[in-house]
């Protein structure tokens, strides 16, 4: 069972490089999520996905985008990199809303 | 806005004895209310749910509790092993929240041998 996977689960970047952080689900799940979280922090969602062809911003979007083609596929654009980037991002997935969500096992994300 | 509030310094706790973490809301009350388990490195995983009208809810080990008039939900691990040692977070959901979680900081719990 694959579940939600991440990649990579490393990267380093120069400020104002981009890059693309890669999530898939195999559940068939409608619901996706992207956050970030910051050493002692909680999860703060960054863009969310209610379906094929349809995101919308979280708390977080500065600096961020999303696009969601498949139901499987939730890539997490980050353009001109900024220390302020730097963190641990994790890629969610949800069937139905009384349902857990499902998390990848994140990218360690340094820019310097 | 809803914030969650959860006991921000770490617990320490003795092997055998019973852990309890509490996950505190503001405003109204959710509609349900999960905990998941978070080890170092790794995404967090999905432990309980407790919906607004149950009181309390068990698997195993583990016991959840939901207080909507203190607007509180306890988590408690009895039996208590040094693998239970995680943070734990939770997380309530919202029905006009678009299924979007707000999470708590999450407790981190250290069980000592």
């Known amino acids: 069972n694959a579940g939600v996977t991440q990649t990579p689960k490393f990267r380093i970047l120069k400020i104002g490089q981009s890059m693309t952080l890669q999530c898939a689900q195999d559940?068939?799940?409608?619901?996706m999520y992207w956050y970030r979280q910051d050493p002692g922090m909680g999860l703060k969602l960054i863009y969310y996905?209610?379906?094929?062809?349809?995101?919308d911003k979280g708390e977080v979007p500065n600096g961020y985008n999303v696009s969601r083609s498949t139901t499987e596929d939730f890539p997490l654009r980050l353009e001109l990199a900024a220390p302020s980037q730097t963190s641990v991002y994790f890629c969610?997935?949800?069937?139905?809303?009384?349902?857990?969500?499902?998390f990848g096992d994140g990218t360690r994300l340094s820019i310097l | 806005s809803q914030k969650i509030e959860q006991n921000s310094e770490a617990l320490n706790i003795q092997e055998g004895k019973t852990a309890t973490l509490t996950c505190n809301y503001t405003?109204?009350?959710?509609?349900?209310l999960q905990w998941y388990r978070q080890d170092p490195g790794r995404g967090p995983v999905f432990l309980l749910l407790?919906?607004?009208n149950e009181k309390e809810k068990r698997k195993e080990r583990l016991k959840v509790t939901f207080d909507t008039t203190l607007k509180q939900s306890l988590f408690h691990i009895t039996a208590s092993q040094p693998a239970d040692s995680a943070t734990y977070l939770c997380a309530p959901i919202y029905m006009d929240s678009n299924y979007q979680l707000i999470w708590g900081a999450g407790t981190k719990l250290i069980i000592k041998p």
């Open positions: 407790i919906r607004e």
């Open positions: 559940m068939n799940h409608n619901y």
């Open positions: 996905s209610v379906g094929a062809g349809i995101t």
């Open positions: 405003n109204y009350s959710p509609a349900y």
């Open positions: 969610a997935s949800l069937g139905r809303s009384n349902q857990p969500q499902h």
